[in-house]
């Protein structure tokens, strides 16, 4: 069992709660607070999670911010009393996530589980491909592999298109997903 002076004495993921809107201004007051106080060294990381997502504004794609948890702060440091001290000198209503009067560590799986899915999804985003209706696009997979289809629909949030396809002489409406479908070379 952890004692008070053992999780003081090592680097813990705590989660900061704060005003929502707020979070990247806390960011950066608690470095400076902490580089003020000389106590940069105590602390590793402070983590504001965002994802980027595209939207469609105006037919053009636009790529956008979204904090994955609004209202918090997860920074992970060597919790001390002058590190709290710092931490409190903090604007924005600034308080630890704790169980009780102690601030409670999160464990760093939890972390990496919240941080390695926003990479995750970050490197989708990133390989994503932006598409228009009316443009051509290449099946890549499924029954109609190497096949040319015309966009009808997007579906941003599941990230599917619905595509026709001309089968037999008869144009029919096919649902796929970003990643089984490629631009190609023509364009539009």
Same mark, same amino acid.
């Given at each position: $069992?952890?004692?008070?002076?053992?999780? $003081?004495? *090592?680097r813990?993921?705590? !989660?900061?709660n704060? +005003? /929502?809107?707020?979070?990247?201004?806390?960011?950066?007051?608690?470095?400076r @607070?902490?580089? @003020?106080?000389?106590?940069?060294?105590?602390?590793d990381?402070i983590?504001?999670?965002?994802?980027?997502m595209q %939207?469609?504004r105006?037919? *053009?794609p636009?790529k956008?911010?979204?904090?994955?948890?609004?209202?918090?702060?997860m920074?992970?440091?060597?919790l001390?009393d002058?590190?709290l @001290?710092? !931490?409190?000198? /903090? =604007?924005? =209503?600034?308080?630890f996530?704790?169980?009780?009067?102690?601030p409670?560590?999160v464990?760093?799986?939890?972390?990496?589980?919240?941080?390695?899915?926003?990479q995750?999804?970050?490197e989708?985003?990133?390989? $994503?491909?932006?598409?228009?209706?009316?443009?051509?696009?290449? !099946?890549?997979?499924?029954?109609? +592999?190497?096949?040319?289809?015309? /966009?009808e629909? !997007?579906? $941003?949030?599941?990230?599917?298109? *619905?595509?026709s396809? =001309?089968?037999?002489?008869?144009?029919?409406?096919? +649902?796929? =997903?970003?990643? %089984?479908?490629?631009?190609?070379?023509?364009g539009?």
């Amino acid at each position: $069992m952890n004692s008070e002076s053992d999780i $003081m004495s *090592k680097r813990n993921w705590y !989660i900061l709660n704060t +005003t /929502v809107g707020q979070e990247n201004k806390v960011k950066e007051e608690i470095e400076r @607070a902490f580089y @003020a106080r000389g106590l940069d060294e105590l602390v590793d990381e402070i983590v504001v999670p965002t994802e980027s997502m595209q %939207h469609i504004r105006r037919g *053009k794609p636009v790529k956008v911010d979204k904090k994955v948890l609004p209202g918090y702060v997860m920074i992970k440091l060597l919790l001390n009393d002058d590190a709290l @001290a710092a !931490i409190d000198s /903090v =604007s924005y =209503s600034v308080r630890f996530l704790s169980g009780g009067n102690q601030p409670k560590p999160v464990p760093e799986s939890e972390v990496n589980r919240v941080l390695g899915k926003i990479q995750k999804e970050k490197e989708e985003g990133e390989a $994503m491909q932006v598409f228009v209706v009316g443009e051509l696009v290449e !099946i890549l997979d499924g029954p109609f +592999t190497g096949f040319i289809a015309l /966009v009808e629909q !997007i579906d $941003m949030v599941e990230k599917k298109l *619905k595509v026709s396809v =001309s089968i037999f002489g008869r144009d029919s409406l096919v +649902t796929l =997903s970003f990643n %089984h479908v490629k631009k190609t070379k023509g364009g539009a």
